[in-house]
């Protein structure tokens, strides 16, 4: 999953920023809230791990255009120990949680996982679909109950397919998922790693729609 992280704290953001990749996020990190604004209005991210208190503007101002802009992508604010004002502001302002600093980074990545969860339909942490499971948490997947290996990228493409629920994803959209602002994107990367998803799910497992992209073919069981 791709996350935007925003937050001025240079200390602070980088050891974010190397912990969320650890738990196998992809993850663009920015130092305040204009760069946050407009990398919101330009890039599709599956979740933001928003600061409030950020130069030249406000975690809530971008927090607030955001919202405003339709942009129902999940929210979750860090504060200040103490800073129960900004948290109920945050929330009223349409985040989806907070987190109060000093933070815990398995704490956090655990709530990213239950926000990514629920903007997918999810309500218990294993994706199934028919005898294929995946594990957020322990990046484990199998199939009928036996283990398959996956590599970082492999199994951020299925999880992908998983949450979308049976909808269609882009190419682009795929491409944002495995690479960072830093990253070269290479030109076939994605079929590449769909045809290894087929050698060892199933070639029926994935399917494709020309020119318009792919998804995980539903169970009939």
């Known amino acids: 999953m791709r996350l935007l992280l925003v937050e001025d704290d240079a200390l602070l953001g980088d050891g974010t920023r190397v ?4 738990a196998g996020y992809r993850v663009d990190w920015v130092r305040d809230g204009v760069a946050a604004s407009l990398a919101l209005e330009t890039e599709a991210f599956d979740g933001v791990v928003l600061d409030l208190g950020l130069p030249r503007r406000s975690g809530l101002e971008v927090l607030t255009r955001l919202r405003a802009s339709g942009n129902d992508v999940p929210v979750l604010i860090l504060t200040a120990q103490g800073a129960t004002d900004q948290r109920v502001r945050g929330l009223d302002s349409g985040a ?3 987190l109060v600093k000093p933070f815990d980074l398995d704490e956090l990545a655990a709530r990213l996982r239950a ?7 999810q309500a218990q942490p294993l994706l199934v679909e028919g005898d294929l499971v995946l594990d957020p948490e322990t990046h484990r997947v199998t199939l009928a109950g036996v283990e398959v290996q996956m590599s970082r990228r492999e199994f951020a493409i299925l999880e992908a397919l998983l949450l979308a629920g049976g909808r269609v994803l882009s190419r682009e959209r795929l491409e944002q998922l495995l690479y ?3 990253s070269e994107i290479k030109s076939n990367a994605v079929e590449v790693y769909i045809s290894h998803l087929r050698q060892k799910l199933g070639k029926q497992r994935i399917r494709t729609l020309r020119g318009v992209g792919y998804l995980l073919a539903r169970s009939t069981a």
Do not use: A, E
């Open 115 to 121: 926000l990514m969860r629920r903007r997918g339909g």
């Open 19 to 22: 912990g969320l990749d650890q």
């Open 96 to 98: 989806d949680d907070y």
């Open 180 to 182: 960072g602002w830093d």
